[in-house]
């Protein structure tokens, strides 16, 4: 069933565990995700990109989270607009029926260019009007993210704009945001670091600040692929040219959830793995044509990375522990608020 993503996030909350937001682009990735969800028993967040909703087309994306919800009915499914860029981005995805999307008021509307905290907490309260009022979710963000990834990014190295935690407080407070993206050094892409990361790069001292300063705010980290050696090495051992590259690892994403990170955006994984897979087949059996020879495992080894990072973020074993609140019910309490 669909939900809204503050639900899902209260009830990580509770549970003291992190929810991998997994990106979509095509139908065999949301197998993958669903697939994984069902092994591992895990409430879901499905997100879309600007980019995933030009490539895909908003209808058939969100027929496909139809099938997804209608298949796996006893999974708490959220549909996410990922860096939504202006007031119209978000606006057209919650008419759509995405349960939950995230305004980037940290940049403006091209998607590049840092923005003011004025104009952030402007756009952020727009939004948030607009879907609080269908009782769906918003996700803001308060700093600079590194990294450019389809076409969205100020790029450099993520330490050019690391959260202030007291603008970060005060954004929360002029806005009503029910989650909150920070930047501490992480980017998005492959690329991310040029070493295994340490403090200097990697500001997990920050994220525990900002926890401390608001212990009851749901952190997001996004740009928080792992980008292991193995997925790397299968993609440049069947012809491709990676250069060597350090992600965010898994236990300092598993410190960050300890200090209130409830949501982990990841998406370079699944796209290694995937990408891996195909390589592998067409470069063993060069005589096989039939997309279906290459998918099929790009999709088993996309869930089998969205299996063990459900596993490692906490949220394994969770999708049956409450029942999915109507939006409309959701849009009723904010009111009341
Ligand atoms: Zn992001």
């Known amino acids: 069933m669909l939900v809204a993503m503050r639900q899902l996030l209260d009830e990580a909350a509770k549970g003291g565990y992190g929810v991998g937001a997994f990106n979509v682009n095509n139908m065999e990735q949301i197998q993958a995700i669903m697939e994984a969800a069902r092994e591992t028993c895990s409430p879901v967040i499905v997100q879309a990109s600007r980019g995933a909703r030009s490539y895909a087309q908003d209808r058939y994306l969100y027929h496909l989270m139809l099938a997804a919800a209608e298949l796996y009915p006893d999974l708490p499914t959220v549909l996410h607009q990922d860096h939504g860029n202006s007031y119209e981005t978000c606006k057209s995805a919650i008419d759509m029926g995405f349960t939950s999307v995230m305004m980037d008021g940290s940049l403006m509307p091209d998607g590049k260019t840092p923005s003011t905290f004025e104009y952030n907490v402007d756009v952020t309260q727009k939004v948030v009007a607009a879907a609080h009022a269908k009782g769906v979710t918003v996700e803001g963000e308060i700093g600079v993210l590194g990294g450019i990834e389809d076409g969205h990014g100020a790029g450099g190295t993520g330490l050019e704009h690391v959260t202030d935690p007291e603008q970060a407080a005060k954004f929360v407070e002029l806005t009503g945001v029910d989650a909150l993206a920070i930047a501490i050094g992480t980017s998005h892409g492959a690329y991310k670091f040029s070493h295994k990361p340490d403090g ?20 997001v980290m996004h740009g928080s692929s792992s980008v292991p050696k193995e997925l790397q090495d299968i993609i440049n051992q069947y012809g491709g040219k990676l250069r060597p590259t350090w992600g965010v690892p898994v236990e300092e994403i598993q410190l960050g959830i300890r200090n209130g990170v409830r949501k982990v955006n990841v998406d370079t994984d699944n796209r290694l793995a995937m990408t891996g897979a195909i390589r592998k087949v067409l470069f063993e059996t060069p005589e096989k044509f039939d997309p279906r020879d290459y998918l099929k495992p790009a999709r088993e080894a996309m869930k089998q990375v969205v299996a063990q990072r459900m596993t490692q973020f906490g949220q394994a074993g969770h999708a049956a522990d409450y029942q999915p609140i109507p939006l409309a019910v959701v849009a009723a309490r904010y009111a009341a608020q």
């Open 200 to 219: 200097a790069v990697l500001k997990m001292d920050r994220l525990i600040e900002i926890h401390n300063r608001l212990p009851k705010v749901h952190l």
